[in-house]
């Protein structure tokens, strides 16, 4: 299934480039840009959240997608495109602290991508797709349609994330 593969992807993508990676090179960036320390922070908090989110939700009685037109377009050129919108910026919650811990924000990804793991293997089909969390970019989105965004979303930052080795490389 796509969901678990994207899932199994997650770590790899944003993690593995950074293997060898020395703590002060988390922490440096060119002038106006984050550092991977900043990097994974955002990814993680976005995991995070999400997987929180549909934690929180319950059983009772049907929900029904919230989302306006454009967001219905959006959502499917996204997700049925495979292309992140490079243009979304960070909201305010989910932007990084000036030097976050490596080690916690590596422990927030990992948990993050643990509850998603706990939710696909957890939850029937049905409730995964009869359930939604707001994106407020993209409106509504259903467990599958989170877990195909954040792969998106992943893959977006791990282009970051080659540069800033790149540059650190060059330093």
């Known amino acids: 299934m796509k969901v678990a593969h994207h899932i199994a992807r997650f770590e790899p993508i944003v993690l593995h480039p950074l293997h060898g990676l020395g703590e002060s090179d988390w922490h440096r960036a060119p002038d106006g840009k984050w550092t991977i320390a900043q990097i994974v922070q955002h990814v993680a908090i ?24 454009h967001q219905r377009v959006l959502r499917h050129l996204t997700l049925g495109a495979g292309q992140y919108p490079g243009t979304l910026k960070a909201l305010p919650h989910a932007k990084p602290d000036p030097t976050p811990d490596r080690d916690l924000v590596t422990a927030q ?21 009869e359930r939604f969390v707001p994106h407020p970019v993209l409106g509504d989105l259903n467990f599958p349609e989170w877990v195909r965004f954040h792969f998106l979303h992943c893959r977006h930052h791990a282009g970051e994330i080659r540069r800033r080795v790149q540059w650190l490389r060059g330093q």
């Open 109 to 129: 990804f990992r948990m993050g991508v643990e509850q998603y793991r706990e939710i696909n293997a957890e939850w029937p089909l049905e409730r995964k797709l």
């Open 46 to 69: 976005g995991i995070d959240l999400v997987a929180r989110s549909f934690r929180e939700l319950t059983d009772a009685g049907l929900m029904e997608r919230q989302c306006k037109p």
